[in-house]
C-alpha cells in the first residue's frame, strides 16, 4: 500500500486538505481496552465488514458519488498506557472476485501517455513499478456496475505535488465477470491485512508495537540527566556511565548520611538502590535529614525516602526495606529469636544481590554485622569514615567526605566516583 497518514486530524468530521496531493481514505479504528481483548478481536470479521461496505457501495452507486469509498483502511489496536506503548494492526480491505484478472501490458505513462486512448485513471499512493492495492477495488467497481471486462488504465502519481509520469503507470487489464455476484448472499472474498495473500488466513495476529517511551516524563527527565553526566564526564574521562547505570547499590541506614549519599548516587547515574532502615521520621530529623518534609513524621524512613528520590529522578529503580540490621552483643528475646534470624538471612541475601554496600547506620555496633556478609561475600563496601578508598575486581569506589554543621556535626559525601580499574 501507499503512504496512509492516520494523525489526530484524521478522527475529526472533516480533516482539513494541506496539498493536493492528499486525499481523504475512509477509516475505521477499533481501540481496545486491554491487551486481552486485542488478541481476542475477530480479525477475519473486522475485515469482512469492511469489504462489504465497499462491495454494497459499488452496487448501489455510491462510489460514483464518493470515489473515496473505495479507499478504506482498518486500524485494530491497543494503547498500553502504563508501559508507553501501541500495539496496533492495519488493514487495506481489497475485493478478491471469484473470475481471473490478467495483464495484458503494462508501462511507464512518460512511454505512452501521447497516444489518443480513453484510460481510466486512479489516484495511486504507491511508489513501486506494479499498481498499489486500490486497483483491485477499482477494477471490481468497473466490472460489477459498470459491466466492462476490459479496460485500460492509469496509475497517477505524484511527487512533492507534481504530477510523476516516470513513476505513473498505464496499463491494460482483462477480467471477465464474477459467478454468481448479483445473488442476494454473495460476498466476495477479502483480504487486507498487512503481509496476507489471496487464499490466505490470518493464523497470529503479529503485534506490532509503537514505542511511545520517548513522551514519558520520567524518560525525558533521565534524558537530561544523562547529558549533564555526560557534560561531567569531560572532566572526569575515566567515568563509565554504563556500569553506574547497572551498578546496584545498597544503602543500610536512611539517616542524614542515607539521604546525602542516596541523593549523590543518583546524581552520578545510579539508578539501582535499596535502602533498609528500621526506624521513623522524628520532627528533629526533618533539619538534619534532608529528603525529609513535615508530611512524613511517624512514617517509616524507608518507606518515607523511596518517593522523595523517584521526585528527583524518576528513572532510579528504588526499593525501601523497613528491617532493623541485627547488632551482636544486643539481648534478644525468645518472641523475637525467629524474626531478628530472618532479618539476618535477608540482610545476607541483599548484600549477596548488590554491587557495593553503604554502611551508614550512625553506630559502629551496627555496622559490625554488615561488615562481616561483605566480606564474606567479596562485596565492595564503604564505611562512615573521613576518607576512604576500596578496590575490588575491575571497580575502584573512592569515597570523600567532608565536615558540615547543621545543628550537629555530621560527615556529608561530597563526591563519589566509580571507574575502571
Request: aromatic letters at 8%; a neutral charge.
Amino acid at each position: 500500500p501507499g503512504l496512509v497518514r492516520l494523525s489526530s486530524k484524521s478522527l475529526e468530521a472533516s480533516p482539513p486538505f494541506h496539498s493536493r496531493n492528499n486525499c481523504i481514505v475512509p477509516r475505521t479504528l477499533v481501540n481496545t481496552n486491554n491487551m486481552l481483548g486485542f488478541k481476542n478481536l475477530d480479525v477475519d470479521l473486522l475485515l469482512k465488514e469492511e469489504g462489504k461496505r465497499i462491495f454494497y457501495d459499488i452496487l448501489s452507486g455510491k462510489i460514483e458519488e464518493d470515489p473515496t469509498l473505495l479507499l478504506r483502511f482498518l486500524v485494530i489496536s491497543f494503547v498500553d498506557l502504563k508501559n508507553w506503548k501501541v500495539y496496533y494492526d492495519v488493514a487495506f480491505p481489497s475485493l478478491v472476485l471469484n473470475s481471473k484478472m490478467t495483464f495484458l501490458r503494462l508501462h511507464s505513462a512518460s512511454e505512452v501517455l501521447s497516444q489518443e486512448e480513453l484510460l481510466f485513471g486512479f489516484y495511486d499512493h504507491g511508489h513501486q513499478d506494479y499498481p498499489g492495492w486500490a486497483l483491485r477495488n477499482y477494477i471490481a467497481f468497473l466490472s460489477l456496475r459498470w459491466k466492462i471486462e476490459k479496460v485500460q488504465f492509469l496509475c497517477y502519481r505524484e511527487r512533492r505535488g507534481e504530477p510523476d509520469l516516470e513513476k505513473s503507470l498505464i496499463g491494460e487489464a482483462s477480467f471477465a465477470a464474477p459467478h454468481g455476484w448479483d445473488g442476494s448472499d454473495y460476498v466476495p472474498e477479502i483480504i487486507g491485512w498487512e503481509g496476507e495473500k489471496a487464499g490466505d488466513r490470518k493464523k497470529e495476529k503479529i503485534l506490532k508495537p509503537i514505542d511511545l517511551d520517548s513522551l514519558n516524563p520520567a524518560s525525558q527527565d533521565e534524558e537530561k540527566q544523562v547529558m549533564h553526566l555526560k557534560l561531567m564526564g569531560w572532566r572526569h574521562p575515566s567515568l563509565v556511565l554504563n556500569k553506574l547505570r547497572s551498578a546496584r547499590c545498597l544503602v543500610l541506614g536512611a539517616g542524614a548520611l542515607g539521604c546525602e549519599v542516596s541523593r549523590l548516587l543518583m546524581t552520578w547515574g545510579v539508578r539501582k538502590l535499596t535502602v533498609v532502615d528500621g526506624g521513623c521520621v522524628a520532627i528533629p530529623d526533618i533539619v538534619k535529614q534532608s529528603l525529609y518534609v513535615d508530611n512524613d513524621c511517624g512514617v517509616p524512613r524507608a518507606t518515607a525516602i523511596v518517593p522523595h528520590l523517584k521526585e528527583r529522578c524518576p528513572a532510579v529503580e528504588v526499593e525501601g526495606i523497613q528491617m532493623e540490621i541485627p547488632v551482636p552483643g544486643n539481648p534478644v528475646s525468645k518472641t523475637k529469636m525467629s524474626s531478628v534470624l530472618d532479618n539476618c538471612k535477608r540482610l545476607q541475601a541483599l548484600v549477596a544481590s548488590s554491587d557495593v554496600v553503604f554502611l551508614l547506620t550512625d553506630t559502629w555496633e551496627s555496622r559490625w554485622f554488615p561488615t562481616l556478609l561483605c566480606a564474606n561475600e567479596n562485596k565492595v563496601f564503604c564505611l562512615h569514615c573521613r576518607s576512604l578508598s576500596l578496590q575490588h575486581q575491575d571497580m575502584t569506589v573512592t569515597l570523600s567526605c567532608g565536615m558540615v554543621l547543621v545543628q550537629d556535626i555530621i560527615y556529608l559525601p561530597k563526591m563519589l566516583l566509580v571507574t575502571k580499574d
